[in-house]
């Protein structure tokens, strides 16, 4: 840092002047001194060395000048001078004089500013006179403040002044032990120049530091300290700083020079002492990087939230089944994969351009200027290229999107950010580690797309940079030009290279794909295997389950006629309906969950060409599971499940093609409009080109969706939601078509055009198996229902079957008056029970009763005339008789169901 002194003189706090002679051989000295003395009588003779006389003429007497001067000029011949001339006295001068004193008597150390000033006992006096002649000549002539500036050259920077009353008012503590004149003058001017800048000085007895280190007062509200020993010939001053400001040390250095000049120059001296920093080496901007690590730190958060983003649409695609209804329509695994791959790849190019546009307004040259774009945008491409097919991996394990988004987002960030910090490390102990550490660490780290990302930037800026400093003015002086640096070529394998690490990145793109690929079309199989082949007969040992899961026990116990006869059917015919559109024979489904939920058990079914198969059942008693089994998205626990006689746990590529699937939620694209989306489907069902526009137009208009079709489909009521999907599972030339609730909110105008929709793609050849709560629907379009309970089938047939079969009953419920005689009830009970044998009790709740009444061999007259009967014995409220509906078979069940329980 350079120092200067910038002095000057104010006249009116007396600097002098000088008056330099050039005397001859017969100069008087006495005569001149006398001349001088008469017209200033403060006048010093400053100095008489070979031919030159000096005198100091104090400035107050200016006034004086002009006399003497004349005077001078007079008699110059007379007194010997050849010539004379004036001068101002410099600060310079004034600082050789102090410098000179502290040489022969002050020592100033550095950290501890001690001055040591000797005085000798025997020159006392002499001292003392020297002193004097200061005070009373020199110093009162030397009134000046002084600017001390560290000058760095650059303005931008603004300068800080050392004073202390910047910190407002502390305390300054000090501390004399024993006695000498110059401790005291200097504890006098001291005193005088703290009051001047509103600072408080105390006195301390003993050890000054001692006093500071146990006073909090001290601690807390003082910048610097002072210490004065006098021992025998020596004054030790010592100042002390407290380090927690940031320019103590200069401050309490600027108080002592302060002191010290007025101890010279009179009261009124001062210096001002203010620093200048200098400035930050320009390297075109003064907020780039200055190196590639901390270029990396920038980079890292942003990059890892848009790398994170990656995983959303993925992640969301597989929750809402979106995926599953594309992969069930005809999408191939690769081509899936691929497509997101590249339009992410799209995207990414688009963040690298938006990055490569703020390096330029940031002025990072060494990523933007001589193609040097094209170097980076190759990075970036390249980490793109590694980590994004690494977010789709990742984004497996979640089943949340957001979750998913900010676990995967701080994976990068983190593994960015350590990838640069080990690296850091490990230059930093470079001599301590082994080369074998180093390379093993490398290597690991080299499996992480942001440690050859990281590595790569960094290396890369770091390179520009030392060249670029190379060439220019810094050579040799801040960095090292060495040729191994200013050769290096940046694409190679050595130290400097970067050549490794882009190929790292190249391999890992590859090898995460191929892994991804590998899982997702693996995946199933291997599930398959270990939940099908392992687990289930593990569980089946260890929990001694064989009765829950063998046919004949389930049958046994809840079994009906219908229901045997179609697994009976099943079985013996399997061989020769492997090509109807659906078969399955004893599937079932347990969810290994605690406590173990067995969802679909022992279900055998045939569903043939044109025929529509209803589901019937409460909530939970299984229907979506065997949907899910059904479409390959669960893998069924066992059983045999055959689509167009192609095995599901064999080929399920080969099956989804095949099915059309309507789920119960609805995965929807959502930034489509609903014709977009019936346009990209009915391309992946194969419909050709030409008729999409017609097919897709139908479907609109059997969906009574013209108004909605060019909405887009997040915009969409739920129930216009529900009919998209219908339609989008009813596409295409699937052989069978899956449809959980499709009616789920549709209003009743456009449930009845569902209803002619899915008959009309049932009578072009397609089977249909459809779910549903309203009995009316199933009733309505369904050629055979069953209705489930509990996993299982409890019954099965034609609507008109079921009818007949649970029909022969009728429904008898009537009200007692129990008011009046209790046992009134009991003999009614008795008296149903004698008249129609066989009866079930369906409801007996305060007086009311309810029975089902086979009705074989009793007509409706004879009921009637028994009720009648019954009225009048037991003064009955009142009565009603029906046939029974095929919502009460499904109570029935369900009723039956529940006071099992
Ligand atoms: N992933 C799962 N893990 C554990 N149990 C499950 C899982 N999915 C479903 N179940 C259970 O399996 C049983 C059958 O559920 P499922 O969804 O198939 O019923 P559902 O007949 O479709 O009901 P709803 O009419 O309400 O749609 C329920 O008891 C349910 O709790």
């Known amino acids: 840092m350079s120092v200067t002194y910038h002095i000057f003189f104010l006249v009116d706090l007396g600097a002098g002047y000088h008056i330099v002679m050039e005397r001859e051989s017969h100069c008087d000295l006495g005569k001149i001194c006398a001349i001088i003395e008469s017209h200033i009588p403060d006048a010093i003779l400053e100095s008489s060395i070979g031919a030159e006389l000096s005198f100091i003429l104090p400035k107050e007497h200016a006034h004086r000048f002009e006399a003497l001067f004349n005077d001078l000029e007079m008699k110059k011949e007379e007194l010997g001078i050849a010539n004379f001339g004036a001068s101002i006295t410099t600060m310079e001068e004034v600082f050789l004089k102090v410098n000179k004193l502290a040489d022969s008597e002050t020592e100033i150390q550095a950290t501890q500013s001690s001055l040591s000033i000797s005085q000798r006992e025997q020159n006392k006096n002499k001292s003392r006179s020297m002193f004097r002649n200061y005070e009373g000549s020199v110093i009162p002539r030397l009134n000046e403040i002084a600017n001390i500036k560290f000058n760095t050259g650059v303005s931008i920077f603004t300068k800080r002044e050392m004073d202390l009353s910047q910190y407002g008012q502390t305390i300054v503590p000090y501390s004399i032990s024993g006695n000498s004149v110059l401790a005291l003058n200097l504890i006098k001017n001291l005193k005088i120049f703290l009051k001047l800048k509103n600072q408080e000085l105390r006195e301390v007895q003993g050890n000054v530091i001692k006093y500071i280190k146990e006073s909090k007062e001290y601690r807390d509200f003082s910048l610097t300290a002072f210490s004065i020993e006098v021992e025998k010939n020596n004054t030790v001053f010592t100042i002390l700083f407290n380090n927690e400001a940031y320019h103590s040390a200069a401050t309490s250095l600027a108080v002592f020079d302060n002191v010290l000049f007025m101890l010279l120059s009179g009261p009124n001296a001062s210096i001002k002492v203010s620093n200048k920093p200098q400035p ?33 649409q993925t992640v969301t695609e597989r929750a809402t089944k979106a995926k599953h209804i594309q992969f069930v329509s005809g999408v191939y695994l690769l081509t899936y994969w691929l497509s997101a791959l590249l339009w992410d790849l799209i995207y990414f190019f688009i963040t690298c351009c938006f990055l490569l546009g703020v390096f330029m307004y940031c002025g990072m040259d060494a990523f933007v200027t001589d193609f040097h774009f094209l170097d980076t945008v190759m990075i970036f491409m390249l980490y793109g290229w590694s980590v994004v097919p690494l977010m789709y991996l990742g984004s497996l394990l979640f089943s949340s999107s957001t979750a998913a988004y900010i676990k995967l987002t701080l994976f990068n960030y983190f593994s960015t950010v350590f990838s640069i910090v080990i690296h850091i490390i ?35 800026f770091d390179d520009y940079e030392v060249k670029k400093l190379c060439a220019e003015q810094f050579q040799n002086i801040y960095v090292d030009c060495s040729d191994s640096f200013k050769k290096n070529n940046v694409y190679s394998f050595g130290e400097r290279g970067i050549a490794n690490f882009l190929i790292s990145s190249a391999a890992l793109g590859l090898i995460f794909l ?90 055998s079914l045939l569903v043939p060409k044109y025929e529509c198969f209803g589901l019937l059942g409460l909530n939970g008693a299984g229907k979506t599971t065997i949907f ?23 080929n399920i590529r080969k099956i989804r ?39 897709v137009e139908t479907f609109l208009c059997s969906m009574h969706m013209e108004t909605h079709a060019d909405k887009l489909v997040h915009t969409y009521s739920g129930g216009n939601k529900r009919k998209l999907n219908t339609a989008i599972a009813l596409m295409g030339k699937s052989s069978v078509v899956f449809l959980d609730e499709p009616s789920t909110g549709m209003d009743p105008v456009a449930r009845r055009q569902m209803w002619d929709t899915v008959t009309w793609i049932c009578n072009s050849g397609k089977a249909i198996v459809i779910s549903s709560h309203s009995m009316e629907e199933c009733e309505a379009f369904c050629t055979r229902l069953a209705i489930m309970v509990k996993g299982k089938f409890k019954c099965l047939g034609s609507p008109r079957h079921l009818k007949n079969k649970f029909g022969n009953i009728y429904t008898l419920t009537a009200k007692i008056n129990i008011d009046d005689n209790e046992d009134k009830l009991e003999e009614f009970k008795n008296f149903i029970e004698t008249n129609f044998p066989g009866n079930i009790i369906n409801q007996d709740h305060q007086g009311i009763i309810g029975y089902y009444i086979p009705s074989k061999g009793i007509c409706w007259g004879k009921v009637f005339h028994i009720m009648e009967e019954a009225k009048t014995l037991f003064n009955l409220v009142d009565y009603f008789i029906s046939q029974i509906t095929l919502e009460q078979i499904f109570l029935t069940f369900a009723n039956i169901d529940k006071v099992k329980k």
């Open 514 to 603: 191929l892994l991804l690929f590998c899982l997702e079309s693996t995946f199933w199989n291997l599930k398959n295997f270990v939940f099908h082949k392992i687990v289930f007969n593990v569980c089946k040992i260890c929990m001694n389950d064989k009765k829950a899961t063998d046919s004949i026990q389930v049958i046994k116990e809840y079994g009906d006629k219908d229901v045997i006869d179609e697994r009976k059917r099943v079985q013996k015919l399997l061989p020769r309906l492997m090509a109807a559109p659906l078969l399955c024979n004893e599937l079932t489904k347990i969810y290994y969950k605690c406590p173990v939920v067995k969802a679909v058990r022992n279900i």
């Open 628 to 650: 899910k089994m059904l479409t390959g998205e669960e893998i069924t626990t066992s059983g045999v499940v055959l689509i167009d006689g192609i095995n599901i746990t064999e």
């Open 280 to 312: 930050l080496p320009h390297y075109g901007s003064n907020i780039v990087p200055t190196n590639g690590s901390q270029v990396v730190l920038c980079l890292a958060f942003g990059l890892a939230v848009v790398i994170g983003s990656f995983c959303l």
């Open 657 to 695: 093609s095949r099915i059309g699937y309507c789920p119960q939620s609805d995965p929807m694209l959502s930034h489509m409009t609903g014709r977009e989306v019936l346009i990209m489907y009915a391309r992946l069902r194969g419909v050709p080109e030409p008729d999409i526009g017609m097919y």
């Open 426 to 460: 490990m230059k930093f102990y470079d001599d301590d580690t082994t080369h074998f550490t180093r390379t093993l660490m490398n290597n690991v780290l080299m499996v992480l797309p942001s440690y050859n990302f990281a590595m790569s930037i960094s290396k890369f």
